[in-house]
């Protein structure tokens, strides 16, 4: 069973928007993650440094 | 200078609004949609809800699909909630793509689509407890 | 000066495929970024588990 | 079951292939575009390569156009090498957004579009330096 009856004349004209919506939702949760990763980074970095030379005067930040 | 942009939340594409959609679902377990049919759409009984992978081209590129139930009374002008739950067998796997929910009228046009989700065994904040 | 003279009768279907292919690489980058993302929390953990509790026996994991 | 796909990489939105294209440039700053006239492409004086924010709709949405050089002695049927440079003074500034390459024809058809882009001032992975 098939629910495509016929065939609608603006179809390409609605599946641009359906991948607007879903693009613009994947570009938010894109710059989210980058925006994680970099804390992360930072995070990561904090923490070696405290780790690996915990006497060392340090020379950031 | 003419610009071609129509917004969406003024075009017939709005006419159904997908609810609280997750951006993950287990894969191959019932998956329930919900929906708001708004006053400018008139309800039919072949109207449909597909589940169809990100890019599509045509209404005929659906993954699997429910018919929309015909709210019970329905009166004429009036805002309608759905529920509906897609089996568990018809659901896509874990294969990594997105997909989106979209409202089809029983004429093959497109009245709503929903943000993507994905099929996924575990959220990616959990992966961290198998270290 | 503008460069569109005429109005092509495929445009809509020329920009979804324009979408498509935008499409198709952000994708892939959030998918990357998602595993960054996880490698990052991963090492993260480790780190703090190593720093803050050293001698303690560890009830994760 | 008729699938409405078309192949991206036969058809005619192909003809020009985007070269090398960063993931994010200088914003404002001068920016080079390489590209590949296929041999199924016949290039004219009035086709055109323009930047547009994606999800653009008609080809009026560039946000900047540059003509796309006339090769010398173009023989047809050939293959072709082009890089041309937008100036600073037309680059989109830092905004978030994603952008691509469209050449664009001069009949108004759409045959290339290059992977998106984005304009800003550091890259993600300098960010930790910024402690």
Redesign the interface.
């Not at chain 2, 990100?54 to 659906?62: E, I, K, L, P, Q």
């Given at each position: 069973e098939s629910p495509v009856s016929v065939c609608a004349g603006d179809e390409s004209v609605a599946s641009h928007f359906a991948l607007v919506t879903a693009y613009e939702d994947i570009k938010k949760r894109l710059r989210d993650a980058e925006r994680e990763n970099s804390l992360l980074r930072k995070r990561v970095k904090q923490l070696e440094d405290k780790m690996f030379k915990p006497e060392a005067p340090s020379t950031e930040g | 200078?003419?610009?071609?942009?129509?917004s969406?939340e003024t075009?017939s594409?709005a006419h159904v609004i997908f609810q609280n959609v997750g951006?993950s679902f287990l894969p191959q377990a019932p998956l329930e949609c919900h929906y708001t049919l708004t006053p400018a759409l008139t309800p039919h009984p072949?109207d449909?809800v597909?589940i169809?992978k990100?890019?599509?081209?045509?209404?005929?590129?659906?993954y699997t699909?429910l018919?929309s139930p015909m709210p019970e009374n329905y009166v004429e002008g009036s805002t309608v909630h759905r529920v509906i739950v897609f089996q568990g067998y018809y659901v896509p796997r874990s294969d990594?793509e997105?997909y989106?929910f979209?409202y089809?009228t029983?004429?093959?046009?497109?009245r709503g689509?929903?943000?993507?989700f994905q099929f996924r065994q575990a959220m990616?904040?959990g992966?961290?407890?198998l270290?």
């Open positions: - | 200078l003419v610009k071609g942009n129509v969406i075009s594409f951006k072949k449909w597909g169809f990100v890019g599509w081209s045509t209404a005929r590129d659906y699909f018919w990594g997105f989106q979209c089809v029983h004429g093959g046009e497109i689509a929903s943000t993507p990616p904040s992966e961290e407890l270290t």
